[in-house]
């Protein structure tokens, strides 16, 4: 299993763990300890426009993510090949 695909279960696990909770970035970010923390921002876009994560703003303008249906089972498959 490629490195991309290590981290991709990592993040998608966040959200599984709590399916229909919504997670900030800042907080995905100190969950799974990215350095910087700012890149966690980024790689939960690349996610949410493969449709793995559903994306909210508030009337606030704070972002959140939660795991989408299509996350949930790429998450499944990835665990079956060995993740």
């Known amino acids: ?3 991309y695909n290590k981290l991709k279960i990592r993040t998608l696990k966040v959200f599984a763990f709590s399916p229909e909770a919504w997670f900030t970035p800042g907080e995905v970010a100190e ?5 910087p923390k700012r890149s966690a921002w980024s790689y939960l ?3 949410w426009k493969f449709d793995l994560l559903e994306r909210h703003t508030s009337g ?10 299509g996350g949930a089972t790429r998450l ?7 993740g």
Do not use: A, C, D
């Open 60 to 69: 606030t303008g704070t972002l959140k993510y939660k795991l989408s249906e």
């Open 76 to 82: 499944r498959w990835l665990r079956s090949q060995g």
């Open 45 to 47: 876009k690349r996610l």
């Open 1 to 3: 299993m490629n490195r």
């Open 31 to 35: 969950r799974l300890n990215f350095i």
